[in-house]
């Protein structure tokens, strides 16, 4: 009867021992110096660490939630439409298969796992005791014992506390790379529509070139040009099959590049819904730094940054106050058939390790993560210039060449290519008709190119490159 009374006891020291402890606030480790200052520039919101019945059930929200990426598993099946595939199409496809959004989306997880783990209360311990074996040819004093370590200050909550600042910041890293695949699909998609673009341009070279050639070769035989007329036509021509032939180069390696981007397997080459000589709409600086400053991601993540740094330096002043150790035993005596009970709790005496290093280091943290965000914040200014810059010369450019400088010399050429077909115009004009006019058409198409480029940069915060190692 006294063993059972012995096991009941242990058991009720097992199941109380999981309560929690006593817990303690700490007040905050004062700093000193240049640290203090910059330390008190951000207003950081106040953690609260108050913890739910069932910490282990609630996470920190997600910032990323309503994004429309929830097939991020399987890449659905897209058709293209009457006119060809869509822009959004494409989109949906590399939501769905491009390896750095999953790759992104199993670090929240991770992190998602460890703001569960760190938050968990240490086991208690418990075992078999047994003391004073043989004395006096008795069993001597046996039992069992339960123990549990009660952390003090709040420290599992500030541990969450900061895990759940790391998760922001993944998050907004996820927020990231789903721009920058957004970003990289709109510019290999614009990039196949000027691929495709040139292979009609050129083989509307190596047509004229080629009824250049038949003409030149009745005004030969008319004797109304030289051999030299005639051959210089047939070097156009030459060169106009080789312009057709890089063109046709360049509209695979642009679907390839396409692929790559959406994640799947190669893409067949297909036409595309959309127009890229339609010029996008005109930006204005002062709004895009504006735009940029309050919806980058980059500057979420930084400042994301700094409430992890702060809380990891209110978690480590509170590292030196100490956590509590307690053990209980009941024992049964067996030389004296009393039942003994024996109760043990310490604490670690912080006289050397006060935890000064761990503040001083967490203190620069902060300092380090309040400059970073000044960092990001210049860096962009500086990255929306030169983006800008190269968009507004491009777009002055396309604009002038699409309203101005090709139809004067679609005109100049349809006229001098039916002079010299009726033989009222040299063929040094025609030769210098068709130079200008493919030139024309090229500088057209390089201009449009890089105003796609600039603009889908800038409407992507500038962001781009997802299947960059990070």
Sequence with gaps: MTQYRIYGAVVLLLATGCASGPQHIATQTETSGAESVVLNKPTITKVDYEEAMTPELIQPPTVSEGLALEAS????????????????????????????????????????GKWVQVGLRPNPTAGYSASEIGNDDKAGQQGGFAGQTFITAHKLQRNRAVVAAEITRAEQELVQVQRRVQTDVKRSYYEALLAQRRVDLADQLVRVTSEAVTASKSLLEAEE????????????????????????????????????????????????????????????????????????????????????????????????IPDISTQVSVQYDASTTDTITGVQVGIPLPIWNRNQGGIRQAQAEVTEAVRNVDRVELNLNQRLANAFREYSDAQVTATSYAEELLPRSQKTFDLVQRGFQQGEVGYLDLLVAQQTYSQTNLIYLDALGNLWRSYVRIEGLLLEGSLDAR
């Design 73 to 112: 598993t399987n890449a659905p099946e897209h058709l293209p439409s009457a006119s060809g595939l869509t822009l959004t199409a494409l989109e949906q496809m590399a939501f769905g298969s491009n390896p750095a959004i999953a790759q992104s989306e199993a670090r929240v997880r991770a992190l998602r």
């Design 225 to 320: 040009i030289p051999l030299a007329g005639l051959l210089q036509t047939e070097v156009q021509q030459q060169n106009a099959i080789v312009l057709s032939r890089t063109a046709a180069n360049g509209l695979s390696q642009a679907w390839r590049q396409l692929s790559a981007v959406v994640g799947g397997s190669d893409l067949p080459i297909q036409p595309l819904d959309g127009d890229v000589t339609l010029l996008p709409e005109t930006l204005d600086w002062q709004q895009q730094l504006v735009r940029i400053s309050n919806e980058s991601p980059e500057m979420a993540a930084a400042m994301a940054d700094v409430e992890r740094a702060r809380r990891a330096l209110d978690r480590a002043s509170v590292e030196a």
